[in-house]
């Protein structure tokens, strides 16, 4: 079994720490940004293909995560995707925050909760 790549792409700290901590201790190779720009550059850097999904937190500094997420699709095409927020899923929906075909997890959520999305979102899927 091949290990899986993740971006996450968080502003906050805390967020974005404990995301990285709780994914690195169950063996993904994880990388980091706290902007688009950080993100642009990691995707130029480490190649098309080279995170199997990105985690992107819903406000990211000047931006938001769905803008985050259309800008790494367009870099690294086949990407998956998992949304982050504080706000429900419904409202993320009205606001048209939520790219399609995207994953959501609403935070706070558990490290249970984080790895379900994790690995729903990894998930081949079936047309």
Do not use: W
Not at 52 to 61: N, R, Y
Not at 100 to 113: C, D, I, M, N, Y
């Amino acid at each position: 079994m091949s290990v899986h790549t993740i971006l996450v792409v968080a502003d906050e700290p805390i967020t974005r720490n404990l995301i990285l901590h709780v994914l690195a201790g169950r063996g993904f190779r994880v990388y980091e940004a706290d902007s688009e720009t950080e993100t642009e550059i990691l995707c130029h850097a480490l190649g098309e293909g080279a995170f199997d999904l990105v985690i992107a937190d819903h406000a990211v500094a000047t931006t938001t995560g769905r803008a985050v997420a259309e800008r790494v699709l367009a870099l690294c095409p086949g990407v998956k995707i998992l949304q982050l927020s504080t706000l429900p899923f419904h409202e993320m929906q009205a606001r048209g925050a939520l790219l399609a075909g995207s994953a959501f997890l609403q935070r706070p959520f558990t490290t249970q909760q984080l790895m379900d999305a994790v690995e729903s979102a990894l998930a081949p899927r079936t047309q």
